[in-house]
């Protein structure tokens, strides 16, 4: 749970942004209504997502809560009822991370969609790709204010590099002009790379060339920057990026992802098997296991349905600890398929990890215990269908050989 500091001498204030800030389950305010009980909480030690910060209150007409919120190094929202267009640029150079005025329900609003902004950011990682050091560095800055995991590179080879290197990066920020590979050839790369499909990319240049930003744009970059630019214009682009990008996977994950155990569903397991085989080389790693939870009629019949569901949900959590770089699917009712591409040898071993942590975990508030079965098929096959058809006659043969055991091979004639 994330902490945020509210500064605010008007009480109907406090209210509607404590209100619209909880309303979010990550997140629970300190409420001070003057400039005593801020430097009072912020001299706790407590350690503050960031500031909701009144420019005038009482005892500190004149900024002074935002300058000590600055000073404890607390990203900081200014909100206020008076729209100055000279203080609210002295307050941006000053490193406030807006300037939002009590307009109406849709300023708490922002406020609110900010600091969740915010506590994303400390999980997303951007790369930007400058040869001029003394460019790349105020660009990281700009970034680092927004809480964001900041990486570097001064050409787009070196940019490459580290998208290898880091494969969760979400976003490049990227020059044109550079040596060794400039920044239209380096989205070309990117866009050349199914696994970066999704990655966004904003183009820079000093050139101000509308042709050159028409060329960014349909080689497959996201958004295009002139330089210079002022910073909230580059905030809004960056912001309204990620947002898009965000909303995107939220329709996919909606297409492909079962509602209740938030594991993807059978219809994308088999959008995956063409992937997966496409490759003849690869296709002898691929394992396939089938998983039932054992005796689950039991739990329904005896605690409820919405106790089996709890379980199931419980069970899916369990195997995405142990299984988190593989493909995990409901496959239907209390039976789920996990295809991997590691060794056998090291996915085996997962599996009877997975097994004993099944066994010694209480699951739902009825702390009850349960075990399960496991068909595994890791020989090579043509397509992944059939392999799934293996895996479900080895776990067919696990429950009915008493359960709570993983077979992974048949058994050969005497």
């Known amino acids: 749970m994330y902490k945020v500091l509210v500064v605010e001498d008007s009480i109907t204030v406090r209210k509607i942004v404590n209100k619209l800030i909880e309303d979010n389950p990550h997140f629970t305010c300190d409420l001070c209504e003057d400039l005593a009980e801020a430097r009072s909480a912020l001299e706790s030690g407590t350690d503050y997502l960031a500031a909701i910060v009144d420019l005038n209150l009482p005892d500190a007409p004149n900024g002074e809560s935002v300058e000590l919120a600055l000073s404890y190094n607390v990203p900081t929202i200014v909100l206020t009822g008076n729209f100055d267009e000279f203080t609210r640029a002295q307050l941006l150079d000053q490193g406030v991370l ?171 397991l088999y959008e995956k098997a063409d992937e997966l085989f496409a490759n003849k080389t690869s296709s002898d790693k691929v394992i396939v296991s089938m998983i039932d939870a054992d005796n689950f009629k039991n739990v329904n019949d005896t605690l409820g349905h919405k106790t089996g569901d709890v379980l199931l949900q419980e069970f899916a959590a369990l195997l995405k600890n142990y299984f988190p770089d ?22 085996l071993a997962a599996l009877s990890a997975f097994m004993d942590a099944v066994r010694n ?45 993983i077979i992974a091979r048949d058994e050969t004639a005497a």
């Open 98 to 268: 807006d300037y939002i005025t009590k307009e109406s329900r849709y300023s708490y609003l922002q406020v609110s969609k900010l600091v969740d902004r915010l506590r994303k950011n400390l999980t997303t990682k951007v790369l930007v790709v400058e040869d001029s050091k003394t460019s790349r560095n105020h660009i990281c800055s700009l970034l680092s204010k927004f809480q964001f995991q900041v990486h570097q590179a001064s050409d787009g080879l070196e940019a490459l590099e580290e998208l290898e290197q880091h494969r969760d990066i979400k976003m490049v920020i990227a020059d044109h002009r550079m040596p060794n590979m400039d920044g239209y050839e380096l989205v070309k790369a990117i866009r050349h790379e199914r696994r970066m499909q999704d990655l966004i990319f904003i183009g820079l240049s000093a050139t101000g060339d509308s042709v050159l930003t028409s060329k960014f744009i349909k080689s497959g970059a996201n958004d295009f920057l002139s330089k210079p630019f002022y910073h909230e214009e580059f905030y809004c682009r960056v912001m309204q990026n990620l947002e898009s990008q965000e909303m995107i996977q939220t329709i996919r994950d909606s297409a492909n992802l079962d509602p209740l155990t938030k594991v993807y569903n059978r219809r994308f």
């Open 326 to 347: 593989d493909l995990i699917v409901r496959y239907g009712g209390e039976e789920f398929t996990v295809v991997s591409v590691r060794s056998a040898k090291v996915y």
């Open 361 to 405: 975990t209480t699951f739902t508030h009825h702390k009850f215990n349960i075990t399960c079965s496991i068909g595994v098929c890791a020989e090579e096959h043509k397509c992944l269908e059939s392999q799934l058809e293996v895996a479900d006659a080895r776990l067919y043969k696990a429950k009915h050989a008493g359960k709570d055991q």
